[in-house]
C-alpha cells in the first residue's frame, strides 16, 4: 500500500494543477498576442525543419501544432514553446535514409516513453551537471551541420543519398556546377541576408516570415524557376498507428537516446532561459520532461516527428509579453487555423526561401563570444569543446556527445586527482610542545591527506606512501580528506599492510563518520580500530606515539 501511494503522488506531481492556470485569468489578451507573435515566427521554421527532417513541411507544421499544445498544459513551465528543432533533424535524417517515415515516427514514440521514465525517476534536476564545453560544442556543430543540410535546397538541386551532410553539400555543389540556376541561391541568400539585417535594427519584427513571403510573391509573379513545398494537408488527418519491424530496434535505440536526451536538454536549458527572462518564474524540470515524453508520444500519432521546446521561440513568446501556458496553446491553435485556412498558398512558398530562414538561424545560433571565452578557459575545455564540434559536424551527434561527455569526465577526474595530497606535516612550536619535535627526530612522522581520495588519486597515494623510510611511526591525518570511495580505502588499508610489514606502526586521526563507516565496510585497517590505533584527534595520536617511540611496538 505505500508504495502505491508514494507512487500517486509521484504521478500526481507531475500531472497539470488548477493553479497553473491562474496567470491565464489575469492577463489573457496579452497571452493571446504573444501567441500569434510566436506563431508568425514559428510558421517558417516549423515548414524548414520539417523539410530538413526528409519527412516534409506537413511533418513540421503538425509537430508545432500537437507537440506544441501538449507540451504547454503537460510542461513544468509556464513560457515554454515547443516543437520541431534543428537539433532534432541532425539526428533524423539518418533514420529517414535507412528506415523512412515509419522509423523517424517510431524513435520519436520510443523517446517519449524515455522521457516520461526520465520524469518519473526525477532525472531532471541532474541535467543541469552536464558539462557546458559539451552542451557549446554540440550546439555549434549543430548549427554547421543544419546549414550543410541546406546547401541543396539553396542551390535548387536534389539531395543526394550520402549518409553524412558534409558529403551531401560537396555533391549539392558538383550537381549545381554541372546545371547552374540563379534564381534558388539568390532566393536562399536575401531571405537570409533580410533576416539577420532586420533583427538588428528591429529584433521582434518577423523577418524570417516577410522574407518567405516576399519569396513566394516573387516566385509567382515573375515566374522563378523554384521548387515549391508541395501540397500540404488541410488539417491534422486521422490518427494512424502504423507497423513497424521490431526486427530493427536495436538499431534505432542509439537514435531514441539520442532524440530523448536532445528533448531533454534542450527543453531545460529553454526553460532555464526563459527563467531568467522574466520575474518569479520557476520551471519544475520533472514535470518539463513528463511534458516534452508525452509530446512526443503524441506527435508521431499524427505523422509528425520528434519535438523539444525551443529557446529561439521561447525566447519571442516571453519579449511579446507571454505570463502563462495560454500563450505557448494559442501558438498551436493559430498554427492548426493556418492549416485549415491557407495550406494552398503556404504549399507555393519556395524551398530555397525555407533554406534562407534556415542559414540565418544556425549562423545566430553560434554564440561566437561564448564560444571564445569557453576556449579560452581552460586548456580541457577547450580540448572538449572541439571534440565535441568536431564529432558531431563529422560523424553524429550521439558519437559526439559520448565521446565528449566521456573525455570531460576523464580530465575532470585527473584535474581533481591531481589536486589530492599526501603531505608531511612539519610541527612548528606554536602547534606542539618541544618533547614532541624530539619524538618527531625519533622517527615519529604525520601525513596529512589533503582532498578527494578516490579510484583516480589512489594509485599516486600509494606511490608517495610507499616511499616512506627511516621512520618509525607513522600518523596519517584524515580530517581533510574531503572524499572516499571503495577503491580509496582499499589502496589505504593495503598501504598500511605494506608499512606494518617494514615494521612502522601506523595511527590514524580524525577520520569523519562517513569515512570511517567506508572503511568498517569494506574491512580496511579494521585491526586499527581493535588495536586502539584510530583516535579523534592528532593531539591524542601523537600521545599514543611517544609511548610508542620510548617502548617496543606490539602487534
Known amino acids: 500500500m505505500r508504495a502505491i501511494s508514494t507512487a500517486g503522488s509521484r504521478l500526481r506531481a507531475l500531472l497539470p494543477q488548477v493553479a497553473d492556470w491562474d496567470a491565464a485569468r489575469r492577463s489573457p489578451r496579452r497571452d493571446l498576442i504573444a501567441g500569434l507573435t510566436v506563431a508568425v515566427v514559428a510558421l517558417p521554421l516549423a515548414l524548414a525543419f520539417g523539410v530538413t527532417s526528409g519527412l516534409g513541411a506537413e511533418a513540421g507544421i503538425v509537430t508545432a501544432v500537437v507537440a506544441g ?10 513560457l515554454q514553446v515547443s516543437g520541431p528543432t534543428g537539433a532534432m533533424t541532425v539526428v533524423l535524417v539518418p533514420v529517414v535514409h535507412q528506415f523512412g517515415a515509419t522509423g523517424v515516427l517510431f524513435v520519436g514514440f520510443m523517446a517519449g516513453l524515455v522521457l516520461i521514465g526520465l520524469a518519473w525517476a526525477r532525472v531532471g534536476r541532474y541535467m543541469r551537471f552536464l558539462p557546458a564545453p559539451v552542451v557549446e560544442g554540440f550546439a555549434a556543430g549543430i548549427a554547421v551541420v543544419i546549414a550543410l543540410q541546406q546547401v541543396p535546397a539553396a542551390l535548387g538541386v536534389p539531395a543526394g543519398d550520402e549518409e553524412r551532410v558534409w558529403a551531401v553539400a560537396f555533391g549539392a555543389f558538383g550537381d549545381y556546377l554541372s546545371d547552374p540556376n540563379l534564381a ?12 539577420l539585417a532586420g533583427s538588428r535594427w528591429r529584433p521582434a519584427f518577423p523577418f524570417s516570415l516577410l522574407g518567405v513571403v516576399l519569396a513566394t510573391v516573387a516566385s509567382v509573379v515573375l515566374g522563378l524557376d523554384l521548387d515549391p513545398i508541395g501540397d500540404l494537408p488541410s488539417g491534422l488527418g486521422a490518427p494512424s498507428f502504423g507497423f513497424f519491424d521490431l526486427g530493427a530496434v536495436g538499431t534505432l535505440l542509439p537514435a531514441v537516446v539520442a532524440v530523448a536526451a536532445l528533448a531533454a536538454l534542450e527543453s531545460l536549458l529553454s526553460a532555464t532561459v526563459a527563467d531568467g527572462m522574466s520575474v518569479g518564474e520557476q520551471h519544475d524540470p520533472d514535470r518539463e520532461l513528463f511534458g516534452q515524453g508525452l509530446a512526443n508520444l503524441a506527435a508521431p500519432v499524427f505523422g509528425g516527428i520528434p519535438a523539444t521546446a525551443a529557446i529561439a521561440r521561447t525566447a519571442v513568446n516571453v519579449r511579446a509579453g507571454a505570463g502563462s501556458k495560454l500563450a505557448a496553446l494559442s501558438h498551436s491553435v493559430i498554427l492548426l487555423a493556418i ?47 572541439l571534440l565535441t564540434f568536431a564529432l558531431t559536424v563529422v560523424f553524429d551527434l550521439v558519437t559526439a556527445v559520448v565521446a565528449g561527455l566521456a573525455l570531460a569526465i576523464v580530465l575532470a577526474l585527473r584535474a581533481v586527482a591531481r589536486s589530492a595530497r599526501l603531505e608531511q606535516v612539519e610541527l612548528d612550536h606554536g602547534d606542539h610542545s618541544a618533547e614532541e ?81 567506508v572503511l568498517r565496510t569494506l574491512g580496511a585497517a579494521a585491526h586499527l580500530q581493535r588495536n586502539g590505533r584510530v583516535f579523534e584527534t592528532t593531539p591524542e595520536a601523537i600521545a599514543f606515539a611517544r609511548k610508542v617511540a620510548l617502548a617496543e611496538p606490539v602487534y
Not at 188 to 193: G, K, P, Q, R, T
Not at 352 to 360: C, E, I, R, S, W
Not at 455 to 482: G, K, P, T, Y
Open 69 to 78: 499544445a501538449v507540451a504547454a498544459i503537460f510542461g513544468g513551465s509556464n
Open 184 to 195: 534558388p541561391p539568390a532566393v536562399a541568400l536575401s531571405v537570409c541576408l533580410l533576416m
Open 339 to 385: 492549416i485549415l485556412v491557407a495550406a494552398p498558398l503556404v504549399a507555393e512558398i519556395p524551398l530555397a526561401a525555407l533554406a534562407g530562414v534556415l542559414l540565418a538561424t544556425t549562423i545566430r545560433m553560434i554564440e561566437v563570444g561564448s564560444l571564445r571565452a569557453m576556449a579560452r578557459a581552460t586548456r580541457r575545455d577547450a580540448v572538449v569543446l
Open 437 to 517: 619535535h624530539r619524538l618527531l627526530s625519533q622517527h615519529i612522522v604525520a601525513y596529512r591527506l589533503d582532498g578527494p581520495l578516490f579510484f583516480a588519486a589512489a594509485h599516486q597515494f600509494l606511490l608517495e606512501l610507499a616511499d616512506v623510510a627511516d621512520v618509525r611511526v607513522v600518523i596519517l591525518r584524515m580530517a581533510r580528506v574531503s572524499t572516499m570511495d571503495a577503491t580509496g580505502a582499499t589502496v589505504l588499508g593495503d598501504a598500511i599492510d605494506q608499512l606494518e610489514k617494514r615494521g612502522i606502526v601506523v595511527l590514524l586521526s580524525g577520520v569523519s563518520p562517513e569515512h570511517d563507516e
